[in-house]
């Protein structure tokens, strides 16, 4: 597996809580996304990042905020939890546009 | 924006057939197109991918056609195997895209 790990792999948290979650790269990769996973829609993109400091919104990057301040680290805040949250998120990295895309092994998120 | 419309959503077979599935995009301009296999509590792995500068590629049993006339894409499992149950995901991107958009994933199962 490419170096990424997301943490925590699991968590439930209350409605109305803040929560983040953290992907950690040991490959040097410019390219971070987030994306959730949800049945009957694939995987859709948060945010991503294409450098320190710089990010961008996915098509569904409502209720979420990114920060990424170091090369390895991009951290997803959901500001205030809600069960539409609830999902698996997953991470990915990679070297460059138009190339593969890595993905970790996912954080299963339940509001409740 | 990109849309990837992917069909079926689920695909029984027999051990030993072949398996297609079937991928359209809108954007013309896309030019990259992967397809990831994921396991089940796993993340998107890539098996396979074409650029738009090739009309098929083929790795072992696994092969991916594309027709950028008709902007569909598939992949094509001969001698399919047990092991191949999974959920499949296409996928496409294109030049200046920071990011892959996905198809809503065929949960391919194979049957002893």
């Known amino acids: 597996d490419a170096g990424i790990t997301q943490s925590p792999r699991h968590k439930v948290t209350e409605t109305g809580t803040p929560v983040t979650l953290r992907c950690h790269q040991t490959?040097?990769?410019?390219?971070m996304y987030w994306y959730r996973q949800d049945p009957g829609h694939g995987l859709r993109l948060i945010h991503y990042?294409?450098?320190?400091?710089?990010?961008d919104k996915g098509e569904v990057s409502d209720g979420y905020s990114v920060s990424r301040s170091k090369t390895e680290d991009f951290l997803l805040t959901l500001e205030s939890a809600t069960s539409s949250q609830t999902s698996v998120y997953f991470c990915?990295?990679?070297?460059?546009?138009?190339?593969?895309?890595?993905f970790g092994q996912g954080t299963r998120l339940t509001v409740v | 924006g990109e849309n990837v419309e992917q069909h079926p959503s689920t695909l029984s077979v027999q051990e030993g057939d072949s398996a297609v599935i079937k991928c359209t995009y809108s954007?013309?301009?896309?030019?990259?197109f992967p397809w990831y296999k994921q396991e089940l509590g796993k993340g998107p792995q890539l098996i396979i991918d074409?650029?738009?500068?090739?009309g098929e590629k083929k790795d072992q049993r696994i092969a991916v056609t594309l027709n950028k006339t008709a902007k569909h894409f598939s992949l094509h499992i001969t001698e399919t195997q047990p092991e191949d149950s999974a959920v499949y995901f296409c996928?496409?991107?294109?030049?200046?895209?920071?990011?892959?958009?996905f198809g809503s994933g065929t949960r391919l199962q194979v049957q002893p």
């Open positions: 990915a990295i990679s070297p460059g546009t138009g190339s593969e895309a890595f």
């Open positions: 490959e040097n990769h410019r390219y």
């Open positions: 990042s294409y450098g320190v400091k710089d990010t």
């Open positions: 954007d013309s301009a896309s030019n990259y």
């Open positions: 074409i650029r738009s500068n090739v």
């Open positions: 996928a496409a991107s294109k030049p200046g895209r920071r990011a892959l958009t």
